[in-house]
């Protein structure tokens, strides 16, 4: 575990969405969330069960919501080792 598992698990991302550093919230919902609707994600994430950070590029209330790849890879490794946690 520890780096070198987070660095498979980002460049297995990077892969994924062809070396993008961010990706649209709508598509982590879809991809990572077993298709949660944004407006649910949103509200788990506003209520601290989701501790994935969610960022926009301007400051409009209507501008896109994005997942950065890093912050992505983290969260999907710390559920890993969660579970593995519990499967003991």
């Known amino acids: 575990m520890g780096t070198q598992e987070t660095s498979d698990t980002l460049w297995m991302l990077m892969a ?3 070396g993008a550093a961010t990706i649209p919230l ?6 990572h969330f077993g298709g949660m609707l944004v ?11 989701i501790n994935l950070p969610v960022i926009r590029m301007t400051e409009s209330q209507k501008a896109p919501r994005y997942v950065h790849v890093s912050d992505l890879a983290r969260y999907i490794d710390k559920r890993h080792r969660e579970a593995e946690k519990e499967a003991r």
């Open 26 to 31: 709508e598509t982590v919902c879809q991809d």
């Open 16 to 18: 994924r969405y062809r």
């Open 39 to 49: 407006k649910v994600f949103l509200r788990k994430h506003a209520d601290g069960e």
